[in-house]
């Protein structure tokens, strides 16, 4: 059942609105559910190493670019099925693969298990904001869906720190019933977080209708012959673009999947603690950079034009990770904490940049294929990079600071990438003067 809120009917259309709100809302629980089932073996790497005698490593792999290369590749094709229509199917179906998978994940034996599961994970995962994106265009119309669409995203912000809150409390639980379960803590911990999935799945094909085709005033399409055209034109510019913030990300989803087991090594916090404390530190901090960074952005771009924007991505970079090194260096739990803050307040404000950049630089006709494309660097550089490349770090020195180690060199490895592209980003805007009604043709920069 797909609904349309603007219909004539003013009682229609107020049931129309609770309907629709109704599905975004189920949208929203079902993005917060993949960021807990994605993100919960980052807080089980402790129990899980032990057990099944993997190296940190390999988590790291399970985390990283093991599932963002098959989250990234299979997402393209099943947004193609999508768009063909096949939307119902797709999410329920992928709703039940990965919370299945994420439930068979407990009962993993070894390396090879563990990894067939997070398999399912990501090719589950990846056919859930394809269809957000496509069912709330269908029930809202388009002066309606800025909103809701804003509220589906806002979640992915909350959830990169929010879902170890969650998962703490999905481990403390699992801790007491455990006493009545002859399995392991984190055997259950998998099947409690994975369990939620299959009635929402149930109350998705209820709910989410559907492709529908809405008539509406349409722009003229760009062929893929100028599409091409154009990125080959520009595609100095995305490049530097892309590189540098994906290095943002390779810290901040590196910290991400390692603080909570660097909390237990180091500090001898539960497994559920330490979920639930780097939560409460991370969701703020990162809500907060989110939010003031397109401000201070604009403020900077008052002054100093679009060069403020590769400013901003080269300060943010360089005061994140300024800030976790000093908080790893200091070996103190208030410093430490403070540190993390301080780095997922900035590092996040590095991330929403493209946004805006795009927004400022690209052709109207052009902008989502370039959204998507960041999206894809994003997961492949940050997903991918970050939580192996912190691990392998930290296992080379063996010792039991591996992990600030690995942390440190990433951060310092990081930033100076990230600042180098950004200012080569800001020399390549220095140089170009944008020609007058430019932007309307999506040639803000000019290659001459």
Known sequence: MSTDISSANPLRSDVSTIFAWSAVALLCALYILSFVDRMILALLVQPITQDLGVSDTQVGFLIGIGFALVYVLVGLPIAHIVDAGARRTILVGGVILWSLATIGSAFSDNFLHLAIGRLGVAIGEASLTPVAIAAIADMFPRERRETPTSVYMAVGVLMGSGAFILGGVAVQFAGHISTFISLEVW???????????????LLALWLIGPARQRQEASVSNVSAAEALSYLVKEGRFFLLLFLSVGCVAILAMGLIAWMPTLLVRAFDFEVASAGLLFGAVGVPAGVLGTVLAPVITKQLSARFGKSGIPLVVATCSLAGSASLVLG?????????LAGVAGALFFLSGAIVMPAIIIQLLS??????????????????????????????????????????????????????????????????????????????????????
């Open 187 to 201: 055997r259950l911990t998998l099947i409690i977080v994975g369990l939620p999935g299959i009635p929402l799945a």
């Open 328 to 336: 790893l260096l200091s070996g103190e739990l208030p410093f430490l």
């Open 363 to 448: 052709p109207a006709l052009l902008r989502a294929r370039l959204m998507a494309t960041n999206l894809l660097c994003l997961g492949l550089l940050g997903q991918g990079l970050g939580p192996v490349l912190v691990a392998g770090l930290g296992e080379a020195t063996r010792g039991e600071s591996s992990l600030s180690f690995g942390l440190m060199v990433t951060a310092a490895v990081s930033a100076a990438l990230a600042s180098v592209f950004a200012w080569l980003m800001h020399t390549r805007l220095a140089s170009r003067v944008p020609q007058p009604g430019a932007e309307d043709k999506g040639l803000m920069i000019d290659h001459g």
